[in-house]
């Protein structure tokens, strides 16, 4: 237990920034799942909105460092050409 006055102050924000970040990251979780989902289902239309909702969630992540901005290049990236090789398969 913390037993200066800013380090209890450093507790509470700490717990606060925790809960924020869980929450940010667990949205990501569901909004990349959507986009694979869509992209098994063969729905592109919808595959190419959620990315798009996803790709904006992983750039604010990643600017806010809650994940590392390589981590949401890359995820990004592999959502993407997923969506991709999906499209070809279906114009093959």
Partial sequence: MPNTRSA???LRQNVVRRA???????TLRSQCRKVREAVKD???ERAETEFRAAAKRL???GTRNIIHRNAAARTK???SSAIRV???????
């Avoid at 924020?20 to 667990?26: E, L, T």
């Avoid at 999906?86 to 093959?92: E, F």
């Fill in 77 to 79: 990236s592999r959502l």
């Fill in 59 to 61: 750039d604010r992540a």
């Fill in 42 to 44: 063969g729905d592109l």
């Fill in 20 to 26: 924020r970040n869980r929450s940010v990251k667990q």
């Fill in 86 to 92: 999906a499209k070809q398969g279906i114009s093959q």
């Fill in 8 to 10: 209890k102050k450093r």
